[in-house]
């Protein structure tokens, strides 16, 4: 009898052992894979504030009847739009390689990621679709030979606020997941 009981130690200890292993080298992973998304999160936060800065700062020089440098306000916009479209693919192609590389995607990671996933998409649209009324509205105020409207269309506006809320999401999302990882939610810089 004390040769099975030995016996079954020995069998059992290794296991309960490597399965404990196993757990904590899952546990690290997670936790990996919540810092770097979090830090992904803030380069989307810093290059979608840096974009949408451009782009009120666009309509206030339309506000003040300055005619606005059309080349300008592209090139500017279109380096911001790169960079922000980068931090997205960059932050869903990392989460796909990691969760491939587990075999599937990590343990409370799931409703997260796609609610950040959502997020992020949309706070892309609205700004894409900000640039593209707001590029409209300086053409608009363009015509005419140094005239200028006085007014900038109310859609440029409402645009403008839905891409505010959309970023706000994104930075609610943001404190969140900084909350779960340092176990509470301040800390993230508004």
Known sequence: MGAGLTALGG?????????????EQESEKLALWR???????????????AWLDALDRAVQELDACRPTDLE????????????AYKA???????????????????????EADVLAAGAR????????????????????HSVGEGTLMHTVDP??????ERTREARAAVNSLLRARHGELNGDAQGVLE
């Open 72 to 83: 300008r306000f592209d090139e500017e916009t279109v380096r911001l739009g790169q960079e």
């Open 155 to 160: 859609e440029v506006r409402a645009t403008l």
């Open 35 to 49: 810092e770097a998304e979090t830090a992904r999160l803030l380069l989307i936060r810093v290059t979608s504030r």
């Open 11 to 23: 069998v059992y200890g290794p296991l309960r052992l490597h399965r404990r292993q196993a757990l």
């Open 121 to 140: 998409s949309r706070l892309l649209g609205h700004l894409r679709e900000s640039n593209r009324l707001i590029r409209a509205e300086i053409l608009r």
């Open 88 to 110: 997205g693919i960059d932050l869903r192609d990392d989460s796909f390689e990691l969760s491939r590389e587990l075999s599937a995607p990590p343990r409370g990671a799931g």
